[in-house]
């Protein structure tokens, strides 16, 4: 059962839910060289991560599961988010550049039917970034955050998922090092810089980025960006995922 809009919103409010939205915003940011001139969506519960997005983007747009329910978004401007159905996504086919999913997954009950919809509504070529708790993170088994509900994924279990949806997967990252208790948020900055070098395989949270491979052509007067030519994310080989440093892949 999916987490109500109000239980999410209100852990954003929370000193531990701002350090999670500004260590994975950046991760997002640089990902994607902050989107400019795309479209753009955000599944699930992406619209703290979609804030630093909004003003460089073409077009940015927040889809809520009914099941979790909806809020306006952004506060102050025209409203940007719609309700929508687990796998029926209101839009046309090939309009989004770019798709951000975060809270969608985990608690999904039919996550490869919402992969396939985000396949579809997704441009040819276009890209994914999937954010979900990292099955042997610390965030994965604390009730007292969004991400200790559901199912975590290990790195393979979700390259796994972004192929059965026919979307491959070209990339991955880390982050949220901190562990989730408010007197370690002051620290933050701290644990993700040494997290990264001394204990990878404890992060709280998998980034991976999947393209859409298809000879279909979107319509004609929107292009889409190539892809970063600097490196942000660890590659992600065809058929089989990375093995961290002393990290058995189904482990990670």
Same mark, same amino acid.
């Given at each position: 059962?999916?987490?109500?809009?109000?239980?999410?919103?209100?852990?954003?409010?929370?000193?531990?839910?701002?350090?999670?939205?500004?260590?994975?915003?950046?991760?997002?940011?640089?990902?994607?060289?902050?989107?400019?001139?795309?479209?753009?969506?955000?599944?699930?519960?992406?619209?703290?991560?979609?804030?630093?997005?909004?003003?460089?983007?073409?077009?940015?747009?927040?889809?809520?599961?009914?099941?979790?329910?909806?809020?306006?978004?952004?506060?102050?401007?025209?409203?940007?988010?719609?309700?929508?159905?687990?796998?029926?996504?209101?839009?046309?086919?090939?309009?989004?550049?770019?798709?951000?999913?975060?809270?969608?997954? %985990?608690?999904?009950?039919?996550?490869? =039917?919402?992969?396939?919809?985000?396949?579809? #509504?997704? *441009? /040819?070529?276009? @890209?994914? +970034?999937?954010?979900?708790?990292?099955?042997?993170?610390?965030?994965?088994?604390?009730?007292?955050?969004?991400?200790?509900?559901?199912?975590?994924?290990?790195?393979?279990?979700?390259?796994?998922?972004?192929?059965?949806?026919?979307?491959?997967?070209?990339?991955?990252?880390?982050?949220?090092?901190?562990?989730?208790?408010?007197?370690?948020?002051?620290?933050?900055?701290?644990?993700?810089?040494?997290?990264?070098?001394?204990?990878?395989?404890?992060?709280?949270?998998?980034?991976? %980025?999947?393209?859409?491979?298809?000879? =279909?052509?979107?319509?004609?007067?929107?292009? #889409?960006? *190539? /892809?970063?030519? @600097?490196? +942000?994310?660890?590659?992600?080989?065809?058929?089989?995922?990375?093995?961290?440093?002393?990290?058995?892949?189904?482990?990670?």
């Amino acid at each position: 059962m999916r987490r109500d809009v109000l239980e999410l919103r209100h852990f954003y409010a929370s000193r531990l839910g701002q350090i999670a939205r500004e260590m994975t915003s950046r991760k997002v940011a640089e990902i994607w060289d902050g989107a400019r001139g795309l479209d753009v969506l955000g599944v699930g519960y992406a619209t703290p991560f979609l804030g630093p997005l909004k003003d460089r983007a073409r077009r940015v747009i927040a889809a809520m599961p009914a099941q979790q329910g909806v809020e306006v978004w952004p506060g102050q401007s025209p409203n940007l988010a719609t309700l929508t159905g687990e796998d029926s996504l209101p839009f046309r086919n090939a309009l989004f550049d770019r798709i951000l999913l975060v809270h969608a997954l %985990e608690e999904s009950p039919d996550p490869l =039917a919402l992969l396939r919809d985000v396949w579809r #509504v997704l *441009a /040819p070529s276009g @890209r994914v +970034v999937v954010v979900v708790a990292a099955r042997n993170g610390a965030w994965a088994n604390s009730e007292s955050t969004p991400f200790g509900h559901g199912r975590p994924f290990s790195r393979r279990q979700l390259a796994d998922l972004l192929r059965d949806a026919d979307l491959e997967p070209s990339g991955w990252t880390r982050a949220l090092y901190v562990p989730p208790i408010p007197w370690a948020a002051g620290w933050a900055e701290g644990f993700e810089q040494a997290g990264s070098r001394l204990w990878p395989s404890f992060a709280g949270l998998v980034l991976m %980025e999947a393209v859409k491979q298809t000879f =279909a052509v979107k319509p004609r007067g929107h292009q #889409v960006r *190539a /892809p970063l030519s @600097r490196p +942000v994310l660890s590659p992600l080989p065809v058929g089989r995922a990375p093995v961290s440093l002393g990290c058995a892949i189904d482990d990670c």
